[in-house]
């Protein structure tokens, strides 16, 4: 058998007629979400309440949330050819995503994200890339068709990938949003490449963008001259809270929504994702 191959044959949802209006490029990992209630101090043990395992990683998460926010989403990416990638892949064909562009090898595990959640929602994460890391500059370019109208990626997959789609956007014409998240130290480079760059407060800073879309958090998000504020609700755990912003914005910003619009409704997303378990677990279909 072949050390690759198209994982989403087994997975599918779109059409081979039009291009999706969404592409996102980004991981797919596992995660290992454990309640607890507080995060440990270095070299303290702390007796946790619970653990879950859940569908998650940046690129599926977002991929999720663009789907659920009405845009027709691809996602390109890599799993491992195991169950746990059969497992991811089928979750996000039922939640509406088109997984061919997805790879399974045998070469690496599926990517896998320990995650730590207080008793207040906050949260810590460690991610083993795994499959993310065989994502191709070559694979993003074929995948990412005429048409499509926004390309979303993130920074758990290869600086080349990550060039790859930015770039493969700019020739197709379509808006290029970059996520700049986890910042690695290519990241200011990449930022160039980008139409709207996707930050929290702290990658703002390291970054330094003036014109970047920046989450705030439980006070919103700004972007230019325009802000948004979430509503008020009861938060669980903040895991894909982000994500669920970047991906609603990338697909409200793809189906015509103004800016102001868009960023609103991004922002209720990510409210309404903190009063659920998980990352794609906290995104309900509307």
């Known amino acids: 058998m072949n050390d690759v191959q198209r994982a989403g044959d087994a997975a599918t949802s779109g059409s081979d007629d039009q291009p999706p209006l969404v592409v996102v490029v980004g991981a797919v990992n596992v995660d290992t979400v454990v309640r607890a209630p507080r995060h440990p101090r270095p070299g303290e043990t702390v007796l946790g309440t619970d653990v ?20 027709t989403t691809s996602l390109v990416a890599a799993v491992g050819a195991d169950a746990e990638g059969r497992r991811c892949l089928a979750h996000l064909a039922g939640r509406g995503v088109d997984t061919r562009s997805v790879r399974a090898v045998t070469a690496a595990t599926t990517g896998h994200a ?32 005429p048409g499509t109208a926004v390309v979303l990626v993130q920074l758990e997959v290869p600086e080349a990938a990550v060039r790859a789609a930015l770039v493969r956007a700019r020739e197709i014409g379509a808006l290029a949003l970059l996520n700049a998240s986890p910042v690695v130290h290519a ?30 958090g439980a006070r919103g998000a700004i972007w ?19 994500d669920a912003f970047a991906g609603t914005l990338a697909a409200r910003l793809a189906l ?12 209720d997303a990510g409210a309404r994702a903190t009063t659920y378990r998980g990352a794609q677990a906290s995104l309900p279909i509307s």
């Open 52 to 71: 879950a395992t859940l569908p998650g990683g940046k690129g599926a998460n977002q991929a999720v949330a663009s789907a659920v926010a009405g845009a």
């Open 187 to 216: 990241a200011r480079a990449l930022t160039g490449l980008a139409d709207v760059l996707v930050v929290n407060e702290h990658e703002h800073e390291l970054l330094g963008a003036p014109s970047a879309c920046v989450t705030l």
């Open 256 to 267: 015509g929504a103004p800016r102001a619009r868009a960023l609103q409704d991004a922002v």
């Open 224 to 242: 230019g001259p325009f802000s948004a504020a979430p509503p008020p609700v009861d938060v669980v755990d903040t895991t894909g809270a982000g």
């Open 114 to 145: 320990s995650i730590v959640v207080s008793d207040s929602g906050e949260n810590s994460i460690v991610v083993v890339p795994g499959a993310n890391r065989l994502v191709t500059a070559d694979a993003v370019a074929s995948a990412i068709r």
